[in-house]
């Protein structure tokens, strides 16, 4: 294509003038524009929509064609597009490639910090009436282990014992709410966190660990100063999905709402981030939020974390799992130094104890309920079904047959597969078999996905499929049914998908199907695996799986089906 020029416009003097001065000008926006969408850490931009964005808020300097933007919170900035690839994306909807060198760390002067109430423990009298062996025999008979440096509180067996501490209000929710008693973490973690001790909690999913540190919290919170206008927030929860923050935020604000303690939450997701930075400059006492938005959001000035003096880490080993151990140790050195630090996880890895010992300013009391290492949910029955591939979708079928004519009739079921293209390919199938249901996976937008799954707790539907984007961090009540229809490829998701149910001491099922059409060394390594977990809560191995697992079966070769209801 001819460039164009003045003479092949057939400009006067005049307006010849007026053409250079005009493209002049034009070249040297241009050239801004340029600059500052190549020039790295200095320029960094928050963009909160723009067309050309992802997940992260920062431009990524190791991806100069991708991002720009603008200065200012809430304008998306285009930028310039080029071949480098787009940054990558985890769960929650955070960026692997978060930029951190905006982020300063905080010069903390110790000799200056106000003080803030750390002890909150009034110790109720049936619990100080208790004998050493008494609580010795209650630590035995909630299989929990202890450690730590000092005393520790002896643990609680009646939400009683917590009012002089919570209060009346909070008690009254926890009555409202319906529970019965304390879960075994609850009955360690309550006393000890209301001590102001930094703890570790090592608990299954599903044992009720998020009042564990939620209900502490809160009354914290409600005995330190209000809240100044720019103030941060006085407690803060890091969790690894967006799933997850939802669910402690829910419960957050539940449990809150009666004290006027107010919560916000920050997690990535279109649509998402103006209404979140309104909540946050707005003030909340708790924010509960996936490291990556919170990064972005701190790096914008949008919140500060200066006041923070409860911190909880929840599924620590999850968030390391992701890759967020960068930004969380970014994150912690933005809070105070003599913070109160909890960490919640399912295991008891290097990498937590590393982190537990870099976090915690003093030796931290560890809870353990059960093993440190990942187990199954005693309360949910685990039968797998080793049958040819192009079984299972009658198998599937089989079990809405069932249910039509037993008690179980309306209970909730959870379909687990491996791919998004099954999932819609199920919600077809299923439909067409008249059963109601939704599939929720990550191409659904945010919104669908929180319609699904709100309209599934409701019961609108029973049925709900979903890949791994619903695996870990769910809080859906009365779940009586999880069905593998794709196993996952290790025992750490099958032990997570599987507690979607068994929750609450309440008992479950979950039924999953192990396809052995031919020799696989990652199946066989699979079928040992759920060997050893069905054994170590106690359950029987199916005899085809055994025989896989001893490595004598090359094919499935056999049809039958385990009977489960």
Known sequence: ?????????????????????????????????????????????????????????????????????????????????????????????????DNHAILQDVRWDVERMPDFQKDLYKEHEAVTQRTPEENKQLVEDLSATLRGRGSVPGPITAFEHMRPTFGELLMEELTEAGFREPSPIQKFAWP????????????????????????????????????????????????????????????????????KIKSAVCYGGSGSRHSQARALRDGAHIVIATPGRLIDF????????????????????RMLDMGFEPSIRKIVKQTRPDRQTVLFSATWPKEIQSMARDFCKEDPTMVTIGSTELQCNPDVTQIVEVIPELQRQDHLLGIFEKLKDSPDKDAKVLIFTATKRTADQMERNLRGARIPCAAIHGDKDQQSRERMLRDYKSGTFKVLIATDVAQRGLDIPNVKYVVNYDLPNTIHDYVHRIGRTGRAGIKGTAISYFCWDHYDPGKLKLAQELCD?????????????????????????SSKSTSYL
């Open 1 to 97: 294509m001819a460039s164009l020029s003045s003479r092949s416009l057939s400009l006067t003097p005049t307006r010849e003038r007026l053409w250079q001065d005009v493209s002049a000008k034009t070249a040297h926006r241009v050239c801004h524009l340029v600059f500052r969408s190549f020039s790295g850490a200095s320029q960094h931009a928050y963009a909160a929509g723009g067309k050309n964005r992802g997940g992260s808020a920062y431009q990524d300097p190791s991806s100069p064609g991708y991002g720009g933007g603008v200065h200012r919170f809430g304008h998306g900035g285009g930028g310039l597009r080029g071949s480098a690839r787009r940054p990558e994306r985890v769960p929650g909807g955070d960026s692997k490639y």
């Open 533 to 557: 977990a069905m054994r170590q809560v106690s359950q029987t191995p199916p005899p085809a799986l055994q025989e896989i697992a001893s490595g004598s079966s090359r094919s499935s070769g």
């Open 192 to 259: 000890i966190l209301s001590k102001g001790r930094d703890s570790v909690g090592i608990a299954q999913t599903g044992s009720g660990k998020t009042l564990s540190y939620l209900l502490p919290a809160l009354s914290h919170i409600s005995q330190q100063p209000a809240l100044e206008p720019g103030d941060g927030p006085v407690a803060l929860v890091m969790g690894p999905t967006r799933e997850l923050v939802q669910q402690i935020e829910s419960e957050a604000r539940k449990f809150g709402g009666i004290t």
């Open 298 to 317: 701190l790096s914008a000035g949008v919140v500060n974390l200066k006041r923070v003096t409860y911190l909880v880490l929840d599924e620590a080993d």
